[in-house]
């Protein structure tokens, strides 16, 4: 079975065939950085990992690229905030830090590049002056506006006509408009003080004057309008053309439509042949979202479950379909990744004990390591069905236990193949821990140890020495170990 996807831009399920046999150009709609990364995004995030590395197993080789929005009016409205930093690049770069370690955390797969939009804004100039050259675009006010008019196919990723389509932009845009679906590819000066207010945190002063990094350009200083961003860091990175782009089912309108218009206007050609879209993580009766409020941090979530219950927790429901986060749900995962890890544990045990013979066969095992790996590949190949190819591994769980539970005498081979297929397809396809034992010795130890030396970093802290605490703590980092501060004293966790 060759793998199906269903496209958002036909509505349909369609065979998988990218531009070229060998390569897959992916394309993932990254983090605007102005707060903490939380459990919603990051299922976009681990879902995007897992097609990466299905890709990567059928013989693929992937072209990942992954965007850092870190020109936003939400990252200028952090500006002056404690511990954040002091212009709209420090904040910026303070929240990149943290989502690159939380990525590191989920244990995803590294993007071939992580491109930000300030680094790409000569690109996103000469985009715009193709799209004015080319009757797509025109200025206004010193801000310039794509016409949605000009563009005949703009609605199809969404569905919608442009009659039906509701204004876009800040208020103040529309009158600068000729039409009021147009939207602002290039917005004139830094980010007002009104817009700083509606997305600044309680206890901040408000502003008078407006801030945010700017930039010169054809139509005057300015910023980059939000959509035009993620077009120019595609192009530069994969070229006019992508196979897939992916993204959350929020962004389908009007991020991911206007992303189509621009892309396509400019070029002639297909922006993206496959679009797929992640459903929302919802917290009780809402999305989960840093703007309601009602988020669950990825730093907080690894130190509370771990890795592996986090990514069995998503592992659970397909990519296309809503989730809900819910104490039952996570104690669910638990309970599902110690079934394969102790699975996993006891073949490894097994196979690896004096009980294990070249001349023992049970067939009842070989089959389930075969129906595992057929299952499995189906599951996967069936538009990423990562809930049936979870319980292909569940079911070769269960035939290791029963394998070893009734037999006084192991099949060595049968039980190397289950190991192996729990690495393979547990391990590097679904990003789980399997065959992470650390072989040199408990890992309490290890925690013994840091614990120890925060003991030693509290008594310097205490007696004032802060240098040689900080210290303790950067040497502590070198070795993996992140090291955090609250009020009920320090925390850490193994990176």
């Known amino acids: 079975m060759t793998l199906s996807v269903t496209n ?7 065979e998988f065939e990218p531009q070229d046999d060998d390569d897959v150009l992916l394309y993932v709609c990254g983090l605007t950085v102005s707060d903490d990364a939380h459990l919603g995004h990051a299922r976009l995030w681990m879902h995007a990992d897992v097609m990466h590395r299905w890709l990567e197993h059928e013989g693929y080789t992937v072209h990942h690229v992954e965007n850092f929005t870190d020109v936003n009016e939400k990252i200028a409205a952090r500006i002056g905030e404690d511990d954040v930093g002091d212009t709209e690049p420090e904040v910026a770069k303070h929240f990149v830090d943290h989502v690159v370690r939380d990525m ?3 244990n995803l797969k590294r993007a071939e590049v992580y491109p930000r939009v300030s680094e790409h804004v000569p690109q996103i100039i000469d985009l715009i002056e193709t799209l004015v050259a080319k009757g797509y675009a025109y200025e206004s006010n010193g801000s310039v506006y794509f016409d949605v008019t000009a563009f005949e196919e703009y609605g199809k990723l969404s569905n919608q006509r442009i009659d039906e389509i ?5 208020t103040d845009e529309r009158a600068e408009k000729r039409h009021p679906a147009d939207f602002a590819l290039w917005k004139a000066g830094a980010v007002s003080p009104e817009a700083i207010a509606e997305h600044r945190h309680d206890g901040l002063d408000a502003v008078d004057e407006p801030c945010g990094q700017t930039w010169e350009s ?7 309008g939000w959509h035009i961003e993620c077009s120019a860091m595609s192009m530069t990175h994969l070229g006019d053309t992508i196979d897939i782009h992916v993204g959350g089912r929020d962004l389908v309108f009007p991020h991911h439509e206007n992303e189509v218009a621009q892309s396509e206007a400019a070029t002639g050609q297909t922006f993206a042949r496959y679009w797929l879209h992640v459903g929302l993580l919802q917290m009780e009766d809402d999305k989960m979202s840093s703007s309601l409020g009602n988020f669950f941090t990825v730093s907080d ?3 509370e479950f771990g890795v592996d219950v986090i990514r069995t927790f998503y592992l659970s429901t397909g990519y296309g379909a809503e989730q809900t986060f819910s104490d039952e749900a996570m104690a669910e995962a638990e309970e599902r990744w110690d ?3 102790r699975a996993y544990e006891t073949a490894v045990d097994a196979c690896d004990g004096p009980d294990a013979y070249a001349s023992v066969e049970s067939a009842a095992l070989r089959d389930a390591v075969e129906t595992a790996r057929a299952q499995f590949r ?4 069936d538009d990423f069905n990562v809930r049936e190819a979870m319980a292909a591994l569940i079911e070769l769980a269960r035939a290791v236990n029963t394998h070893v539970g009734d037999a006084s005498a192991y099949d060595y081979r049968g039980l190397r193949e289950a190991v192996e297929t729990f690495e393979e397809l547990g391990g590097d396809v679904f990003g789980l821990g399997f065959g992470d034992r650390d072989e040199g010795g408990d890992v309490t130890i290890a925690e013994d140890l840091v614990e120890l030396l925060l003991e030693v970093r509290e008594a310097e802290r ?5 240098d040689r605490a900080d210290e303790i703590r950067d040497e502590l980092a070198e070795l993996g170990v992140e090291v955090g501060d609250s009020a009920d004293g320090p925390t850490y966790r193994f990176e």
């Open 462 to 466: 205490t007696d004032g020495n802060y």
């Open 8 to 14: 958002t831009l036909t509505g349909e399920r369609e």
């Open 166 to 170: 509701e204004a876009q932009g800040e």
């Open 378 to 381: 189906e599951a996967m190949n």
């Open 218 to 224: 054809p139509w005057g200083e300015g910023r980059p």
């Open 301 to 303: 979530a690894l130190d």
């Open 104 to 106: 590191r955390g989920l």
């Open 339 to 341: 079934r394969l890890e």
